[in-house]
C-alpha cells in the first residue's frame, strides 16, 4: 500500500500569507495526485489533479507542483474563505489520502 | 447541476448491517466510476470502494476485511453500499462521490452518518 504524508499538520497564518503545504508518498507516483480542500461540515471539493492542473472555478492563488514522491500545494496569499483542511491523496494504486493539513487565521 | 444524495446511515448495534444508498442526477451516470469515502468523527478520509462505470472493476480498501459490497443500478442511477458486520472503528460519515475519468473525484454528496454502538 502507497502511505501519504503531509506536513504541517496544521498551520496559522495571517491573510494575504504564502502558505505551503507539502505531501510525501511512500514510493513513486509520478503526478498521480490531487488535491482536496474541506470546510468544517463540508464535503471535500477537488483543487488541483494531477499535481499542478487547477480546477475549473478554482482561484489562481492556489497552486501545485511535485512529481515523484515529493509534492507541495500553495497558497499564494491566504484568504478568510481559504480556512479549511487540506488533503493530497494519491490515485497510482487505488487510492489514498494524506492525514490533512488544518490551515487556520493567525 | 451534479447532484449526490446519499441516504440509509443510521445507529446500528456491533454486527449489525446498513445499506447506504446514493442517488445521482445531472449527469451521464452510466459514464462514470464511483466512489465511496469515508470520515471518522474528528479524523481524516479514507477511500473505502470504487465500481467503474458498468460494473466491471471493483475494488475495497483492504481493512475492510470483505465486510463491504459496492453495487450500481445505472437503470436507477444509484451506487449502493452493503455494509455487514459493522464494528465500532466503521463510524463514520459516509461519502459518494463521482470519479472523472476514474481518479478525480469532482463532486461529491453531502455526507450519511453510520454510528456503530450498542
Known amino acids: 500500500d502507497i502511505q501519504m504524508t503531509q506536513s504541517p499538520s496544521s498551520l496559522s497564518a495571517s491573510v494575504g500569507d504564502r502558505v505551503t503545504i507539502t505531501c510525501q508518498a511512500s514510493?513513486?507516483?509520478?503526478?498521480?495526485l490531487n488535491w482536496y480542500q474541506q470546510k468544517p461540515g463540508k464535503a471535500p471539493k477537488l483543487l488541483m489533479y494531477?499535481?499542478?492542473n487547477l480546477e475549473i472555478g478554482v482561484p489562481s492563488r492556489f497552486s501545485g507542483s511535485g512529481s515523484g514522491t515529493y509534492f507541495t500545494f500553495t497558497i499564494s496569499s491566504l484568504q478568510p474563505e481559504d480556512i479549511a483542511t487540506y488533503y493530497c491523496q494519491q490515485y497510482e494504486n487505488h487510492f489514498t489520502f494524506g492525514p490533512g493539513t488544518k490551515v487556520d487565521i493567525k | 447541476e451534479v447532484q449526490l444524495v446519499e441516504s440509509g446511515g443510521g445507529l446500528v448495534k456491533p454486527g449489525g448491517s446498513l445499506r447506504l444508498s446514493c442517488a445521482a442526477s445531472g449527469f451521464t451516470f452510466n459514464t462514470y466510476t464511483m466512489i465511496w469515502v469515508r470520515q471518522p468523527p474528528g479524523k481524516g478520509l479514507e477511500w473505502v470502494s470504487s465500481i467503474s462505470s458498468q460494473s466491471n472493476y471493483i475494488y475495497y480498501a483492504d481493512s475492510l476485511k470483505g465486510r463491504f459490497t459496492i453495487s450500481r443500478d445505472n437503470a436507477k442511477n444509484s451506487v449502493l453500499l452493503q455494509m455487514n458486520n459493522l464494528r465500532a472503528e466503521d463510524t463514520a460519515v459516509y461519502y459518494c462521490a463521482k470519479a472523472r475519468y476514474g481518479y478525480y473525484f469532482d463532486s461529491w454528496g453531502q455526507g450519511t452518518l453510520v454510528t456503530v454502538s450498542s
Open positions: 494531477d499535481a499542478s
Open positions: 514510493q513513486d507516483i509520478s503526478n498521480y
